[in-house]
């Protein structure tokens, strides 16, 4: 009997395994359906007018009947988030580059990117909106709050190059422009991926904001303005279906960076490595 | 410093392929890690440096390779013109590192990890090819040229580095250490390998260890270093006969010199707390 025991444990680990991963999607997915049901069970039971909280199924609703709005704004806040992005990686890994290079001038600039960082951008929307065209404002909000983390987690890549590696680049007499190529930068590769993961999610929160502030100006087009002007026409379900499509384009940029670290570290780095190695 | 050209061909004409005089090396919260050493190295000779943890022996290695300055003293390495690569007349071409650790670059195929030294010689790939294939040879790793470091034993990622040391075609070759994290038949068979490259090539080698067994199986001159400053305490000749092998490590000579350097060094451990 113990020995039927001992030789069904390896088998059955499997399943159990393989029953874990297939828990694991399944779950959140039912308390998304579970959450859903009961929301639009709240709404018609208790007869709530959609401009009070309007019903799940009312807010699908509303997003393919508006879809023609919605997705020209959900375009719009892409390629301000895109270009905020965009902007966020370059300016981050050149100015981490350059700091690399010049102490002094990571001593003399570091404190002001830190300081742009701490200071809310919501603040400082406002006033960029008065001093820049409203779509270079929008980006450049993008921009602020992306850059940070590209710089900072570039910085700790470029700093954290093996001693010995270093020393055998020193050995055979290679110059600045080959350490950096062939040294620092494959170094910093795995925190410059994760700064620019951090950066894609801020970029979309840095659009936003910016867009929320000039729709208050009453100017716009991105989904961050539908939802300040929905707000004021008290189309709530339209506000919900924006918000639904923010949500969503935030997570594809976080799975679409996520993927492309993936593919680029997999054959090599600690982090894309599976459990077994 | 080494001061190439008038230090090449005195240093040339001794035969000698390094010589160090006086050499010091305080560190700059003022503790003296190293000296004065006096050290001479023939050229085609296989030297071990044999010492406690922390004697120096480490930084004696650098200071060779240049990779760290001496406080005081001179250094004087030898670079055989023929042996630097075409178009490269600049010092630290004869010279091979193999580190305590592989140090391999994880993001890159063992054969772009070999090629390293050779491409920081601005030597185009298409020409490096055979030489980097010839180097993965010798060291019994042609066939594994595509593989990623992460996919190697410990023993293998030696062998690359190794290879990568040899790539350059140096006169001297300097180890630290290297197999100090094998396990032990892993670090026979590299002795072994070692040994036959050694012959083979003809390299100047000096060899950074703290096993006993190591420096007397491989070397044909062992240095034995104080505790720290490190300074030689005594020099042993193992005057075994060539080629060695496993007989050579069974045999009552080999231990008899064991015994000796082991009595050496006991002065480098007395006044340490027990281990």
């Not at chain 1, 010995?164 to 991926?193: C, D, E, H, M, V």
């Not at chain 2, 180097?135 to 992460?150: I, M």
């Not at chain 2, 670090?187 to 000096?206: C, E, G, P, S, Y």
């Not at chain 2, 060899?207 to 042993?236: C, D, K, N, W």
Request: with cysteine; glycine share 8%.
């Amino acid at each position: 009997m113990s020995t039927t025991q001992i030789g069904r444990a390896p088998t059955s680990a499997a399943p159990a395994d393989r029953a874990f991963k297939v828990l694991r999607i399944l779950l959140p997915v039912i308390v998304a359906a579970a959450g859903t049901a009961a929301w639009e069970m709240v709404v018609r039971l208790n007869n709530i007018p959609p401009y009070v909280l309007p019903a799940p199924s009312a807010v699908f609703s509303t997003l393919f009947s508006d879809w023609g709005v919605l997705s020209q704004s959900l375009l719009t806040t892409l390629l301000t988030t895109l270009e905020g992005f965009i902007a966020a990686a370059i300016g981050g890994i050149a100015l981490a580059l350059l700091f690399n290079l010049s102490k002094l001038l990571e001593y003399s600039l570091f404190p002001y990117a830190v300081i742009l960082q701490v200071t809310p951008v919501i603040a400082i929307a406002p006033l960029l909106l008065i001093y820049l065209p409203q779509q270079t404002a929008v980006v450049v909000c993008a921009w602020i709050v992306g850059f940070f983390p590209v710089l900072s987690n570039t910085t700790l890549g470029l700093n954290s190059v093996d001693r010995n590696l270093a020393g055998l680049f020193q050995l055979y007499r290679a110059s600045r422009w080959q350490t950096l190529l062939y040294l620092k930068l494959p170094t910093a590769l795995p925190y410059i991926l994760g700064g620019l993961r951090i950066a894609g999610g801020l970029s979309l929160i840095g659009a936003v904001v910016a867009e929320i502030a000039a729709g208050t100006a009453g100017a716009g087009s991105g989904l961050a303005y539908r939802i300040a002007e929905s707000g004021y026409r008290l189309n709530i379900p339209r506000m919900f279906a924006a918000l639904l499509l923010l949500s969503l384009a935030g997570i594809v940029i976080y799975a679409v960076l996520a993927l492309i670290s993936h593919l680029l570290l997999r054959r090599w780095h600690e982090s894309a490595l599976g459990k077994e190695n | 410093m080494t001061e190439a050209g008038f230090s090449d061909v005195e240093l040339g004409a001794a035969g000698l392929a390094v010589s160090l005089r006086d050499v010091t090396k305080t560190y700059d919260n003022g503790v003296m890690a190293l000296g004065p050493l006096d050290l001479r190295v023939r050229k085609g000779e296989f030297v071990s440096l044999l010492g406690p943890s922390g004697c120096g022996k480490s930084t004696a290695l650098r200071i060779i390779a240049g990779l760290a300055a001496p406080s005081t003293g001179r250094v004087q390495v030898l670079h055989d013109a023929a042996a630097t690569l075409p178009g490269q007349n600049r010092p630290g071409q004869g010279i091979g590192f193999v580190f305590q650790e592989p140090t391999l670059m994880p993001w890159t195929s063992v054969r772009e990890n070999v090629r390293l030294p050779l491409k920081l010689a601005n030597m185009p790939a298409s020409q490096s090819d055979t030489q980097v294939l010839e180097a993965l040879t010798r060291v019994g790793l042609a066939d594994f040229a595509d593989s990623y470091p992460r996919e190697l034993s410990g023993g293998m990622k030696m062998r690359v580095s190794l290879a990568r040391a040899l790539v350059t075609d140096p006169d001297i070759l300097l180890m630290d250490e290297p197999f100090a994290a094998l396990d032990e038949i892993t670090r026979f068979r590299l002795n072994n390998d070692l040994l036959a490259l050694w012959r083979n090539l003809k390299k100047t080698v000096i060899f950074v260890t703290h096993s006993v067994f190591e420096s007397v199986y491989l070397s044909q001159r062992v240095i034995v270093m104080t505790q720290r400053p490190g300074r030689i305490g005594a020099e042993i000749m193992i005057d075994a006969a060539e080629p060695r092998g496993e007989d050579f490590r069974t045999s009552a000579a080999y231990s008899e010199y064991c015994r000796n350097v082991s009595a050496a060094l006991a002065p480098s451990y007395a006044g340490q707390a027990a281990l």
